[in-house]
């Protein structure tokens, strides 16, 4: 990846990350504007956004829309604003935790919208023009969650295990098309929705944080929480040239812990 093929590699392409404002999507913006993609940063901070695209508009082009992932009318005016897409990230994501018995509309509703709906509404906004234009990359950043199940999450691993299944059965619609469909599904990330939950298990439990992590990371292999940046190099193996054959894919980032 030093080469000065492999850096320019995506150089012409325009790649929107959606919750691109911190954590995992700013991540993934940084890696793609280094491989020469034009980025366009989606959340609904409006400060956030800004403050990231002031961060990394030194490494390329950088703008952002502000949206709301799971509001059909602000998608398409979003969209229609940031102009024909290559590459989409759907990272826009929500945790929040309940016991299934006090889980309400409003909650599930909550985590189907910006987890789920907000991927469908994004990818179909994009889509018309990666097949019109005969190619296109869209990876979703899914979770663990999507992959097996976790206590007191109910709705948020309904939501991810949705975005796999979307992932596997559009990227079979397209496969002749020139575009790939693929999931991301990290593991516990250090990123601000790891921190809201060390902090809800040590409110709960009056745990120490160290005790906190511990309790989170007992079934780790690498005994570790994951980094954003490994999260973004995954995401754009899948945005470049060279894996073309990989779609359908849920690949799980998550040190061994889903195998």
């Given at each position: 990846m030093n080469t000065v093929a492999s850096v320019q590699a995506l150089k012409g392409q325009h790649a929107v990350v959606t919750g691109g404002g911190s954590g995992i999507g700013a991540a993934i913006?940084?890696?793609?504007?280094?491989?020469?993609?034009?980025?366009?940063?989606?959340?609904?901070?409006?400060?956030?956004?800004?403050?990231?695209?002031?961060?990394?508009?030194?490494?390329?082009?950088?703008?952002y829309v502000s949206v709301d992932v799971g509001n059909e009318a602000a998608v398409a005016a979003a969209f229609e604003r940031a102009g024909p897409v290559d590459l989409l990230i759907n990272n826009a994501g929500q945790a929040q935790t309940a016991p299934f018995a006090h889980t309400d509309m409003a909650l599930w509703q909550r985590m189907l919208d910006v987890n789920l709906t907000g991927v469908f509404l994004c990818t179909r906004a994009v889509l018309p023009g990666m097949l019109e234009r005969g190619a296109g990359r869209i990876v979703n950043v899914a979770s663990t969650a999507g992959q097996i199940g976790y206590a007191y999450v109910a709705a948020y691993c309904a939501a991810?295990?949705?975005?796999?299944?979307?992932?596997?059965?559009?990227?079979?619609?397209?496969?002749?098309?020139?575009?790939?469909?693929?999931?991301?599904?990290?593991?516990y990330t250090e990123t601000e929705l790891l921190r809201a939950s060390l902090e809800q298990i040590t409110s709960k439990t009056s745990r120490s944080e160290q005790e906190a992590r511990s309790i989170l990371l007992r079934h780790n292999p690498q005994q570790r929480f994951v980094v954003p940046e490994e999260v973004a190099n995954a995401a754009l193996w899948l945005c470049m040239p060279g894996s073309a054959a990989i779609t359908g894919q849920s690949i799980s980032v998550s040190g061994g812990e889903v195998t």
């Open positions: 913006a940084e890696a793609l504007l280094r491989h020469g993609a034009r980025v366009t940063l989606m959340g609904r901070d409006r400060a956030r956004l800004d403050a990231q695209r002031n961060v990394l508009s030194a490494l390329g082009e950088v703008a991810k295990h949705g975005v796999i299944g979307l992932t596997r059965a559009l990227a079979l619609e397209v496969a002749t098309k020139g575009i790939t469909v693929n999931a991301i599904c990290p593991g």
